[in-house]
């Protein structure tokens, strides 16, 4: 049993560099967003600091827009009045958010 559970652990901490690496655009991107708010809710529940988590993020996101919305995302969890939010919560908070934004700024038809 040990074994399973070793050779799971080292496959999941192998696959994760290989995954962060295709970092995508995400501006306007409704489900990166709330991708990226679960990932940094795991940063902050895995007591990195909002430091660290930019500096990780500034590792895979080099557009400006982009690293304009991580760094957003990255203050609205690490803010002092903001709720402790599991990576799911954030994932979906930050994915309804985004597409109410979107929905108020799309011209009416």
């Keep these: 049993m040990k074994r399973v559970v070793v050779s799971a652990m080292l496959a999941l901490c192998l696959a994760q560099p290989a995954v962060e690496a295709v970092a995508q655009t995400v501006s306007d991107q409704c489900f990166a967003i709330g991708d990226i708010a679960g990932q940094v809710a795991s940063w902050r529940a895995h007591k990195k600091t909002k430091a660290q988590a930019l500096d990780q993020a500034a590792k895979y996101y080099k557009g400006k827009s ?10 609205k969890i690490y ?8 990576p799911d919560q954030a994932s ?3 994915t309804s958010d985004c597409a109410n934004q979107q ?3 799309a011209p009416a038809q």
């Design 66 to 75: 982009d690293r304009q919305a991580v760094s957003a995302i990255v203050e």
């Design 92 to 94: 979906m908070a930050f």
């Design 103 to 105: 929905k108020s700024q």
């Design 79 to 86: 803010s002092p009045n903001a709720p402790h939010m599991t």
